[in-house]
């Protein structure tokens, strides 16, 4: 079910779901839903066993306990707008991903169960007017705006790293053997670089979160075709899942979904 939020003369909504996918026996990705903070995360678990179930599971539960305890510590401007300074929201971010980053490795290191366990992560914090993005992985944060669909994220895997230095191509990269190797995750070490970028909202906008198991089996035409022809956020999220498995779901799929909306 899609829940709202009151943003300045516009309001969010959101809608997410995660599923196990055609080829995996148990569910790696976690995903966090806004309740009492317009926060959204998905994370993108990885590990041998259950480990990586783990991982992302403790990486969203750490950012969303951060966010609930420093609530307290944001303006409270309404009903008068402010003009804000975003380094506050933006080291608010990046506080988060650490401490989640922190967290997994921390575990990792002390319970053999989890050795070597790590996970991706992307998080959005909506603001009346800015939206905040952290990213850490290949998981991804797309936009849709105006009937077309952008990659907001930059994925950190070995395959973007080569057709950055045009050794690949986009065209070989398909078919590349390496392709879901990752370069940069939470919990391979005690410290990560977290990516940050800010994002001014309109209305009509729609934001994809999910995790690769999606974007892997969906090409971006598939993806905007099934935005712009399903209004109900709900079900849309539901046919995001659905065309992912339908193409082969060898992964865990996750799905979050925030559409700006009039007032």
């Known amino acids: 079910m899609s829940t709202s939020f009151p943003l300045d003369n516009m309001r969010v909504r959101f809608s997410g ?23 959204a995360i ?15 599971a403790l990486a969203v539960d750490t950012m969303v306990d951060y966010y609930q305890r420093t609530a307290d510590m944001q303006p409270l401007t309404w009903p008068y707008k402010v003009d804000r300074d975003l380094r506050g929201d933006i080291n608010r971010m ?5 401490l989640a980053n922190l967290e997994v490795h921390e575990r990792a ?23 905040v993005i952290g990213h850490v992985g290949d998981s991804r944060v797309y936009r849709y705006r105006g009937g077309a669909l952008s990659q907001l994220t930059e ?6 790293d080569y057709i950055k230095m045009k050794r ?28 940050i970028m800010t994002e001014q909202p309109k209305v009509g906008d729609c934001y994809l979160l999910c995790s690769d198991g999606l974007c892997d089996m969906l ?16 079900n849309a999220v539901e046919m995001l899942i659905a065309g992912a498995n339908d193409n082969g779901g060898v992964d865990n799929i996750s799905v979050v979904l925030a559409r700006i909306e009039p007032q």
């Not at 990046?94 to 650490?98: E, F």
């Not at 290191?109 to 992560?121: L, Q």
């Not at 690949?168 to 879901?180: F, L, S």
């Not at 090409?219 to 709900?234: E, F, S, V, W, Y």
């Open 42 to 56: 998905v994370a993108d678990g990885m590990g041998g066993h259950a480990s990586g179930e783990v991982a992302s």
């Open 168 to 195: 690949v191509t986009a065209e070989e990269a398909e078919t590349w053997p390496h392709k879901n190797v990752i370069v940069r995750a939470l919990g391979m070490k005690d410290s990560v670089q977290v990516d």
């Open 94 to 98: 990046t506080t988060g991903v650490l």
């Open 109 to 131: 290191g002390r319970d053999i169960k989890c050795k070597g366990m790590g996970t991706t992560i992307v998080a959005t914090y909506f603001l009346d007017d800015t939206i």
């Open 17 to 39: 779901n995660t599923d196990v996918g055609r080829k995996r026996e148990h569910n790696e990705d976690s995903v966090h839903l806004p309740t009492d903070t317009r926060l």
């Open 155 to 160: 994925d950190h895997s070995l395959i973007n």
């Open 219 to 234: 090409t971006d035409d598939q993806i905007a075709h099934i935005l712009r022809n399903t209004p109900d956020l709900d």
